[in-house]
């Protein structure tokens, strides 16, 4: 249970500020943090067992048919980056305590924080690919609850919207990946998949896995070319943009590549794949992260390129290429987390992000700028950073790539392009930030000048922290990050991991040099970068999020223009539409006519089922041809219910039949009170041609049903009657092998289908309920209603009726078990009786006499199903298990009573209760209105 417990906590700490944010932000920051520091204590305990090679899991069982089990892993990957996300987003909290403006909902964006880590968590350690997923489209809610935080700004929603859009995208197609991986392996546990990867790489189904899965982490890690969604999340307040950039959601998708290099990797098209696309992102963001002028746009662009870095070391592949991206995972977290909370603090104090605005800053606020210079210089690669020690392992790999054959040399060259603009970038904003003069306009020098200083000790000890943390692994590699490098590090490689060493100095050797060229390359850059950003000006650029915004305009346009096509109010044409479509569906396996016969032969024919089918055709149709008369149409249809209820008959089937026919007559009843709300005369339909379609459509359907029917009927098929058959008696407790299976073996499908009827009963009663509507004098020939609104025939007979119903209905209630009957038809039985009634008296005299209230009636007969369900456990067995009894009673005998009587009872009362709330409120719009004898 430790391991379920670390997302627990986090999970749970989503709802502690929600609960402490009226006791002061203070005190909400403080609550809030300790859910993450309890996690991290858990997750440092398992750390000597993990660092030592071990991988720790659970696995809860969840939903097993669909292969989805609550397992959690931590392995040396898992744990890299849970350090990652619990430390640094615990930092963060505590920063963004002082980020916030006072006005600020400061409850509900931590707890919005607290979901984003929790989602994040649960992706790294999820041990199930469908869990994983799970969490996987958390990560892309929360960041769009975050980023989209300040919703009064339209960058802001349009940010939160493009990312959902993108990621969500790519989430979809992760799906795919997982389900055919499953299919592969034939099992969604993670363990299993990375112990298959031999199987999936041989399958035929690797590539469109590959695609597909490589497309849900391109997309989450916004490489090229689905990059531009992520300078548009820049609309996030800076604490969320520091926690996605370093150890959330972009982090994922290199995650998920480290996470699958065991399965997938190790093939060319991997290889490729991930090289040429990381290549190409270092290059183009590192380019765009240079002409930049907002800060947090300088570092999304750079996060970009970093995250291309570490992408084409895993497609490198070599075993020193994963201990470099798993080693630069590490550094870039730590140095990108500490920049954004710099630059966070910057925009507070100055109040603008605009570079060219911007500039000696040092002499006002030198603690920022020490925190800047420090975790820019790691950024940049300069020793003794960190960030160097990962560059000098980028320079070494890509000398001895072999990708490309005999281009393959153009790789070194390319990422010393990258490492260059790197450098360019990074000293560009510590120069212009803190040293250089601002570069204003004439309109902003009469302005009065930037008044900054440093910040609460409190906003600037994460960032210091985090800064500190980069010079001290590049001091100290070997001691600080080796030994947890190489525990990720052997998960990723899944075998064992190369021997390595961290260290600065390597001796004088070619990466060295590739180094002092990079900087000496970024110095020169960075001089004449009025020259490049001219360069830049010269070609046409068009805004990312304006061309996302044009491209769903232009999809919102296409849908409508397809809808408005499709849809024209005719319901006889979506009807016509949808048949053709089940049509062309059931047609294609149907093309073999003489597949169609199976090994069954026919039953015989007799008079009685002739004439059964003669009647139910002949009802068929006379419905349809007296269509404009609506009430004889009806009657018509009628005539079909009440044959199929004797075809039940006829058939040994007496519980469906009582059933139809209880049914048949509710629902004609139903229909003839809904008739109100229609037109009294449809109109002609003067088309012959559309006369012709609808026969062409019925016809066509029909013999379609009839050739599945047929086929269907002439084969022999698997049957489960015969359990329900031979456990009736001994497991349920009766003869009535139905209404056994309503109560006992299928009763949850049963409590689903009355908590249904019931919520429509209610939902029904809700929207009628005080509904008035014109009613007119008379009908369509002038002739007015009858006065006599309530025959005495209809009263004297109901009131026979009623006594004679209800005592049948008890009987059938109490039979059902072992006798044709039950619950259900029961309370179809009674609620026919109740509404004759009502419709001999009307609603005022039998309200009076029958003061009931059907709402709870129908929620009370609810109410004792579940109950009863729930009974069980107290007897330390499963939800809705019933048991039976054979007693003596005196006078009486012997009888049998069973806790399936009980559930029988809140079946009965729920079919009563929301049949009578439908009926009788349909009821009383069509009479609230009549006109009175006066205004006739």
Request: aromatic share 8%; net charge neutral.
């Amino acid at each position: 249970m430790a391991l379920l417990w670390i997302p627990i906590l986090t999970l749970l700490g989503t709802l502690v500020p929600v609960f402490t944010s009226r006791h002061g932000r203070g005190i909400c920051v403080a609550a809030t943090l300790v859910a993450p520091l309890l996690a991290l204590v858990l997750i440092f305990l398992h750390a000597p067992v993990v660092i030592g090679g071990e991988v720790v899991s659970q696995s809860l069982p969840w939903i097993p048919l669909l292969g989805l089990d609550l397992a959690l892993r931590i392995d040396g990957l898992t744990l890299l980056f849970a350090l990652l996300i619990l430390g640094i987003g615990s930092l963060i909290l505590l920063y963004a305590g002082y980020y916030l403006s006072p006005d600020e909902d400061d409850g509900r964006f931590l707890a919005y924080m607290m979901l984003f880590m929790s989602a994040m968590l649960g992706i790294v350690m999820a041990d199930n690919l469908l869990l994983l997923w799970l969490f996987w489209e958390l990560t892309s809610i929360s960041s769009f609850l975050l980023i989209g935080f300040w919703g009064h700004r339209s960058d802001a929603r349009r940010g939160a919207r493009m990312a959902l859009a993108v990621t969500g995208a790519g989430g979809l197609a992760l799906l795919a990946g997982l389900l055919l991986i499953g299919q592969v392996v034939g099992s969604f546990a993670l363990a299993e998949v990375l112990a298959a990867g031999d199987a999936i790489r041989a399958s035929d189904l690797y590539p469109l896995i590959l695609a597909l899965v490589l497309f849900g982490a391109f997309t989450k890690s916004a490489q090229f070319p689905f990059h531009f969604w992520l300078p548009h999340a820049m609309a996030a307040p800076t604490p969320v943009s520091a926690f996605l950039h370093s150890a959330t959601m972009v982090k994922a998708g290199v995650f998920l590549l480290a996470r699958f290099n065991p399965a997938l990797g190790d093939t060319v098209p991997w290889a490729v794949s991930l090289s040429l696309v990381g290549l190409a992102t270092l290059l183009y963001a590192a380019w765009f992260a240079l002409l930049e002028r907002d800060l947090k746009g300088i570092l999304a662009f750079s996060t970009i390129s970093h995250l291309g870095l570490i992408t084409l070391l895993l497609g490198l592949g070599s075993p020193l290429a994963l201990v470099a991206a798993v080693f630069h995972i590490l550094n870039h977290a730590t140095f990108k987390a500490a920049l954004f909370m710099s630059v966070g603090i910057i925009d507070h104090e100055t109040g603008t992000r605009d570079i060219d605005r911007l500039g000696a800053l040092w002499s006002m606020m030198p603690l920022t700028g020490t925190l800047t210079i420090l975790a820019g210089a790691a950024m940049a690669g300069f020793p003794p950073f960190n960030g160097f020690l990962s560059k000098e392992m980028l320079f070494e790999q890509s000398l001895i790539n072999n990708l490309l054959g005999a281009l393959s040399g153009i790789i070194p060259l390319l990422v010393v392009v990258g490492a260059m603009l790197s450098v360019a970038y990074s000293l560009r904003l510590i120069w212009s930030l803190f040293f250089a003069a601002p570069k204003l306009t004439r309109e902003q020098k009469a302005q009065p000048p930037l008044k900054a200083h440093d910040p609460p000790r409190g906003m600037l000890a994460p960032g210091l922290f985090l800064a500190a943390m980069s010079l001290l692994v590049g001091l100290f590699p070997m001691t600080l990050a080796a030994p947890l490098v190489n525990a990720a590090s052997l998960a990723v490689q899944g075998e064992t991991s190369p021997l390595f060493t961290l260290a600065l100095w390597h001796g004088l050797n070619l990466p060295l040099a590739m180094s002092a060229v990079a900087v000496a390359g970024g110095v020169l850059v960075l001089r004449h970068h009025r020259r490049f950003a001219g360069i830049a000006a010269l070609f046409p650029t068009r805004d990312a999020g304006l061309m996302f915004e044009a491209v769903v305009q232009r999809v919102i346009k296409a849908a409508l223009w397809l809808t408005l096509r499709l849809e024209n109010g005719s319901l006889q044409r979506y009807q016509a539409l949808l048949i053709l479509c089940a049509l062309a569906m059931a047609s294609i396996g149907l093309t073999r006519l003489d597949a169609l016969t199976g090994e069954r032969g026919l039953q015989p024919l007799d008079g009685m089922l002739v004439l059964g089918a003669g009647l139910i055709v002949f009802g068929a149709i006379g419905s349809a041809l007296s269509h404009r008369w609506r009430l004889v149409s009806l009657l018509m249809l009628s005539v079909v219910g009440l044959t199929v209820s004797l075809t039940f008959v006829r058939f040994s089937a007496p519980d469906l039949a009582l059933t139809q026919l209880s049914v048949e007559v509710v629902s004609m009843i139903l229909l003839i009170l809904a008739l109100f709300f229609l037109p009294q005369r449809p109109p002609l339909m003067v088309s012959s041609r559309r006369i012709l379609r609808d026969l062409l459509l019925a016809a066509s359907l029909g013999l379609v049903v009839a050739m599945l029917n047929y086929a269907l009927l002439t084969r022999e098929t698997l049957t489960i009657a015969d359990f329900f058959l031979r456990e009736s008696l001994p497991g349920g407790g009766g003869t009535n092998v139905v209404n056994v299976i309503l109560v006992d073996f299928r009763g949850f499908d049963t409590l689903g289908e009355i908590t249904v009827l019931t919520l429509a009963g209610l939902a029904t009663f809700k929207l009628l309920n005080r509904l008035k509507l014109f009613m007119p004098a008379g009908n369509l020939e002038g002739i007015r209603w009858s006065r006599h609104r309530y025959p005495m025939i209809l009263a004297v007979v109901a009131q026979i009726l009623l006594p004679l119903a209800l005592l049948v209905s008890v009987y059938v209630f109490l039979r059902g078990h072992n006798q044709p009957g039950g619950g259900f038809i029961a309370g179809l039985i009674t609620a026919v009786a109740l509404i004759l009634q009502y419709m001999a008296r009307g609603h005022d005299w039998t309200r009076e006499r029958l003061p009931i209230s059907y709402p709870v009636v129908a929620v009370s007969g609810l109410a004792i199903a579940t109950a009863t369900g729930m009974g069980s456990w107290l007897f330390g067995y499963p939800f809705l298990t019933s048991a039976f009894g054979h007693f003596d009673i005196p006078l009486i005998g012997e009888i049998e009573l069973a806790s399936a009587m009980l559930f029988d009872v809140g079946v009965y009362l729920a079919v009563v209760g929301a049949t009578l709330m439908i009926l009788i409120n349909l009821g009383r719009v069509t009479t609230i209105h009549r006109p009175s004898l006066e205004e006739r």
